[in-house]
Antibody, heavy 115, light 107 residues
Framework: QVQLQESGPGLVKPSETLSLTCAVS????????WTWIRHLPGRGLQWIGY???????NYNPSLQNRVTISVDTSKNQFSLKLTSVTAADTAVYYC?????????WGQGTLVTVSS | DIQMTQSPSTLSASVGDRVTITCRAS??????LAWYQQKPGKAPKLLIY???ILESGVPSRFSGSGSGTEFTLTISSLQPDDFATYYC?????????FGQGTTLEVK
């Protein structure tokens, strides 16, 4: 059974970079697709983007200029970086396995953007 | 972007009830629709994909139907474990979008 676990700071200051990691067990990040999603308060779930087994990425156009997803095969994890954050980026961030259909999800981690 | 609208936002029901949740797309998405279940503090769980295909291990009381712009998730006989929030998600266009969620609560 694939398990995913998000980790990272729960509080980020405005204009700084949000950095999260998703540790994967039960599968290899070298295969398949790996996705980040967030749940914005009062606005619902938003797809952030994914990375595939070759390292190719696809991002939500509304976040394209600020987001980077990468994979660390040595640690079997993948990461999210979101630059120049504002209060609007406050959300629960989820990582998931899959591209179109999200087969397995992490439990999510709350990130608050505040000074 | 394709907008996904779920109804109702909240549904009150009792164990044993048959319940139906609707998801409407702002344009046709063929059958490229998934349903997820989420309980408080837990990871969302995939229930159904391609509108009607049950994910392995999901109880057969769950079913999905529809195509084009209108879809339904039906639970044939509600069990205590089914009280949760349900989301639909379209994957017809690469900007994948979700419904706002339907919370199924105890009546």
């Amino acid at each position: 059974q694939v398990q995913l676990q998000e980790s990272g700071p729960g509080l980020v200051k405005p204009s700084e970079t949000l950095s999260l990691t998703c540790a994967v067990s039960g599968d290899s990040v070298s295969s398949y697709y790996w996705t980040w999603i967030r749940h914005l308060p009062g606005r619902g779930l938003q797809w952030i983007g994914y990375i595939d087994s070759s390292g190719s990425t696809n991002y939500n156009p509304s976040l394209q200029n600020r987001v980077t997803i990468s994979v660390d095969t040595s640690k079997n994890q993948f990461s999210l970086k979101l630059t120049s954050v504002t209060a609007a980026d406050t959300a629960v961030y989820y990582c998931a396995k899959g591209q179109l259909v999200l087969e397995n999800w992490g439990q999510g981690t709350l990130v608050t953007v505040s000074s | 972007d394709i907008q996904m609208t779920q109804s109702p936002s909240t549904l009150s029901a009792s164990v044993g009830d048959r319940v139906t949740i609707t998801c409407r797309a702002s344009q046709s998405i063929s059958s490229w629709l998934a349903w997820y279940q989420q309980k408080p503090g837990k990871a969302p769980k995939l229930l159904i994909y391609k509108a009607s295909i049950l994910e392995s291990g999901v109880p057969s009381r769950f079913s999905g139907s529809g195509s084009g712009t209108e879809f339904t998730l039906t639970i044939s006989s509600l069990q205590p474990d089914d009280f949760a929030t349900y989301y639909c998600q379209q994957y017809n266009s690469y900007l994948y979008t979700f419904g706002q969620g339907t919370t199924l609560e105890v009546k």
